[in-house]
């Protein structure tokens, strides 16, 4: 059974930052892929942010390139994101994801508030 916990969101103002996590345990693969997906509010598509592979290579999309920072601890495994100068349509629920092998999981999200 593998588990997926994100944490960290909440409400932040326009220009400010956050850092998620994302925890998962179980039975995980060595070899994997982690990585953070954006949904903005009445939307049902989620977005790919930003992946980082076991060995640490990482993908971020170019909409948050210079402000968001991917990284992880493959000891705890865990990916965190950071999140600088924060806009208002960084708005939504961060979903983090684990895949493996043909497996992936997702977290519940965390819901990430920037206002004005």
Same mark, same amino acid.
């Given at each position: 059974?593998? $588990? ?34 954006? $949904?903005?509010?009445?939307? $049902? ?65 965390? $819901? ?5």
């Amino acid at each position: 059974q593998v $588990q997926v916990v994100e944490s960290g969101g909440g409400l932040v103002q326009a220009g400010g930052s956050l850092r998620l996590s994302c925890a998962a345990s179980g039975s995980i693969y060595s070899t994997n892929i982690m990585g953070w997906y954006h $949904q903005a509010p009445g939307k $049902q598509r989620r977005e790919l942010v930003a992946l980082i592979s076991n060995s640490g290579s990482t993908n971020v999309v170019d909409s948050v390139k210079g402000r968001f920072t991917i990284s992880r601890d493959n000891a705890k495994n865990t990916v965190y994101l950071q999140m600088n100068s924060l806009k208002l349509e960084d708005t939504g629920v961060y979903y983090c994801n684990l895949a493996f092998q043909t497996q992936a999981y997702w977290g519940q999200g965390t $819901q990430v508030t920037v206002s004005s």
